[in-house]
Structure formats: structure tokens, C-alpha cells
């Protein structure tokens, strides 16, 4: 469905807007909600800009959590046997 309009710099705008908006709706919107609110514009953002449903959206939110988690994961290896090398 949205294969083809899915972009690099989709993904650019994404995390840009995503930021901005989160910025805005956490200085004027106490934690909780605005915890809500960011993961449904997350999704809206998402939804948008590859052309898909809400259902997909959460999907390619997921996997990109997934990624995120296990990219810091292995960073914190790599960073934990340079510290353990004494450098």
C-alpha cells in the first residue's frame, strides 16, 4: 500500500515534527496525558506520511522501538568492553 511513498526523509520529517510537537505538548500538558497524546500523533505522523493504516502505523512504531532497544543494547556491550579495557 505505501511501500512506494515510503522515504528516508518520510522518516526525516517524522522524528523533526514528532520532536517539535512533543516539545510543545509537554510544556503545556501535565505527563500522563501528554504521554498520550505524543503516541498518537507518533502514530498520526506515521499514518501520514507512509500512506497506511492506524494498524501499520503501530506496527512500524513497534519495530522501530524494537531497533532503537537493540541498538542501544549493543552500544552498551561495545561501551562496557572498551570500559573494561581501561581506556
Known amino acids: 500500500m505505501g511501500g512506494q511513498k515510503a522515504k528516508f526523509t518520510?522518516?526525516?520529517?517524522i522524528v523533526v515534527l514528532g520532536t517539535i510537537i512533543g516539545a510543545v505538548v509537554g510544556v503545556f500538558?501535565?505527563?500522563?496525558?501528554s504521554a498520550i497524546i505524543m503516541f498518537v500523533v507518533w502514530l498520526a505522523l506515521i499514518k501520514h506520511f507512509f500512506?497506511?493504516?492506524w494498524l501499520k502505523a503501530f506496527?512500524?512504531?513497534?519495530?522501530?522501538?524494537?531497533?532503537?532497544?537493540?541498538i542501544v543494547a549493543?552500544?552498551?556491550?561495545?561501551g562496557i568492553g572498551i570500559l573494561s579495557l581501561g581506556f
Do not use: E, Y
Not at 500538558?29 to 496525558?33: A, C, D, N, P, T
Open 51 to 53: 500512506d497506511c493504516g
Open 10 to 13: 518520510d522518516a526525516i520529517w
Open 29 to 33: 500538558v501535565g505527563s500522563l496525558i
Open 59 to 70: 506496527a512500524i512504531a513497534l519495530l522501530a522501538v524494537i531497533i532503537f532497544i537493540v
Open 74 to 78: 549493543v552500544l552498551a556491550i561495545i
